[in-house]
């Protein structure tokens, strides 16, 4: 027999689907949030309770670098990020789709039960494989896997002691097995919204179809520190109900979404990259419709869409647990023909483990000189703040963007607010907030938007969300005023 309360989660589910099929623009891929979400649990990212190094060889961050394996986050998970997805952005786990077990907290693992003293496990088992990793079958209880213990204040000097805590599964050792790392992105997007124009009859849009299919590929010729990382894109077509087979089979849609070199686990970990990506700003969020994302898409290419925005940059940074500092400098902007676009960006900021308390400011300059066309010169700003509070995450930003080309000149800023509550397992609610003192479109007006909605990880690897948002912008300049709302959906699968 099923609980009564496993059968209210489960007809929510089939509430929650049928909605989507039935009705259901904007991709929640944001997931910065979800740093200041794990940051007082160490075991989100490795085995409970691992002792400490130096200071100069720690690699543990708070920042994008802790879960992906560009320093500017966003696509293709590291061994660590996989690790925090399997065992933890889930709200079930299922053996019969392979689903990693569970695992017991510090006092149950072996290194837990036995403090480590010198010959009584194998150097070589030590040092080559790991101690098993105790699993349970039993949830996991989060309390338990947080600094309750003082681990991470013990710091070590002996390798062999070090490692006695690194258990066979945990993401450093997996890292090392292997010179190769591979996943896919998949996202199936429903919506069904109307607009209004100037007080006009609403007009009313439903879309179902593939949004996007992402794949990477990272390869570390040098063991750990170096990497060569290539990802590519394939597009849905929201105007084709045969988008599925043009994104896919014949594949008429898809450009690659980055290209680089990485060098990282250097001392204080340092990292240095160049390539095609795009280069951090703020709190950066892939979700296109958000009303900060437009703006600074508007200001950074002219489009109100710019979520496969690529520049040709060289990076350096480094985020030695607390603080974080990268610069990049900016050669050219690609999918621009003849661009000359050339500048910096920036970001310092810091990330606490007491509740997940975050601080950033970002900084971002280009000119774009066309010579007789004239010069395209770009300036943005950006301070944020987050932090956790029990089940409650919050975060604030703020930007100010300037845009003055030959043709025109447009300045503005926006206050967004982004909050999640978790009310059972990972299943979220969602409440977005964001106003400018512009247009959508940076010129003389006023929009807002606001969001709510839910957002579950069902299983590892399976995302869904489902939100009513509204936006207003009234462009006075154009004399318009355009108000669009509804529901929208999104299925995100992942590996």
Known sequence: MIDRFKLTWILTLLVFFLLMLISSNNPLKAEPWLGTRFAQNCAGCHAPQRLNTQPRDRRCTLSCQGCHVNPNGGGLRSFYGKWNGNHWLKSYRSSMLGHKKNFAPFKKQRYGKKPYKKGVVSESIIRNKGLPLVEQEAPMDESLYDRRYGRSKI???????????????????????????????????????????NGAKKKDDNKNFLMSVDFGLEYRPVYRKFHLVYENRFFGDPRSSGSTEKTLVLAQNNATRSLYALVDDLPWNIFVMGGYYRPLFGNQVPD??????QMQSIIMSDSPFAQNLRYSAISIGTAPNVPYLNVHV???????ENDKTRGFGTNAGLRFVTLGGSLNYSYWRTRDDQGDEGITETVMHSIGFGMQIKRFTLFYEGISMTRDTPKDFREGGVHSVDTYTRVWRELYLLANYSVANTSVSVTSGVARQYKTGVRTFLYPGVDLSLLYASTLNDDYLADS?????????????YF
């Open 481 to 493: 005023k355009i108000e669009r709302s509804g529901i929208t959906g999104q299925v995100h699968m």
């Open 288 to 293: 296109h419709d958000a009303l900060a994302q």
């Open 155 to 197: 710091i070590v000097t002996d390798r062999s002691e070090y490692l006695y805590s690194v258990p066979e599964s945990d993401p450093w050792r997996q890292m090392g097995e292997t010179k190769y790392n591979a996943g896919a992105d998949a996202r199936w997007f429903l919506s069904s919204t109307s607009t209004d124009s």
């Open 330 to 336: 900016i050669q050219k902007r690609l999918g621009k």
